[in-house]
T-cell receptor, first 108, second 111 residues
Framework: QKEVEQNSGPLSVPEGAIASLNCTYS??????FFWYRQYSGKSPELIMF????GDKEDGRFTAQLNKASQYVSLLIRDSQPSDSATYLC????????FGAGTRLTVKP | DAGITQSPRHKVTETGTPVTLRCHQT?????MYWYRQDPGHGLRLIHY???????DKGEVSDGYSVSRSKTEDFLLTLESATSSQTSVYFC??????????FGPGTRLTVT
């Protein structure tokens, strides 16, 4: 079992819809959780981080964390074609572990 | 962003040759990391540094060594490159919060 698992996708949503990206992790001691966006051929860019159970909102992005279920998600509201990218979930305990990423396509 | 650079950006080398990749930061961050990214595996930590001359191994450290003689520079060396080390290598920096800022990446091909 991988330490951080994501659905590889591709996930396709129409413009203006909500995109929901999910991630599960195996290490119960994990303390910090991150979402990175990576455009094709580019480096990952941090878009959200969350440390406590519940929701954290930043603009069109909402990160949700449920430590009891070992589950973290990213919601993108009013999805735009520019949101088309691969989204990487990362979990920090002693070191950072990344999921393989979910490829999101937003269709105009 | 200019805060972190990597060189070279692309390299093709032959099996058995030594290769050194350089990461340079201007942010004065304590933590620096080397990752490799391969299809289906995501980013995997090779080595990291928590200060000058302080380094430790990551998940996939075999075949790699690192050095950090100055705060701003973190070098990754492949002593004898193998085809399995063909990958995209990313350097990252952090201020200790866990939040990473990544460099632009180095695409390495070992033939």
């Amino acid at each position: 079992q991988k330490e951080v698992e994501q659905n590889s996708g591709p996930l396709s949503v129409p413009e203006g819809a909500i995109a929901s990206l999910n991630c599960t992790y195996s290490d119960r001691g994990s303390q910090s959780f991150f979402w990175y966006r990576q455009y094709s051929g580019k480096s990952p860019e941090l878009i959200m981080f969350i440390y406590s159970n519940g929701d954290k909102e930043d603009g069109r992005f909402t990160a949700q964390l449920n430590k009891a279920s070992q589950y973290v998600s990213l919601l993108i509201r009013d999805s735009q074609p520019s949101d088309s990218a691969t989204y990487l979930c990362a979990v920090l305990n002693n070191d950072m572990r990344f999921g393989a990423g979910t490829r999101l396509t937003v269709k105009p | 962003d200019a805060g972190i650079t990597q060189s070279p950006r692309h390299k093709v080398t032959e099996t058995g040759t030594p290769v050194t990749l350089r990461c340079h930061q201007t942010e004065n961050h304590r933590y620096m990391y080397w990752y490799r990214q391969d299809p289906g595996h995501g980013l995997r930590l090779i080595h990291y540094s928590y200060g000058v001359k302080d380094t430790d191994k990551g998940e996939v450290s075999d075949g790699y060594s690192v050095s950090r003689s100055k705060t701003e520079d973190f070098l990754l060396t492949l002593e004898s490159a193998t085809s399995s080390q063909t990958s995209v290598y990313f350097c990252a920096i952090s201020d200790g919060s866990g939040r990473h800022v990544f460099g632009p990446g180095t695409r390495l091909t070992v033939t």
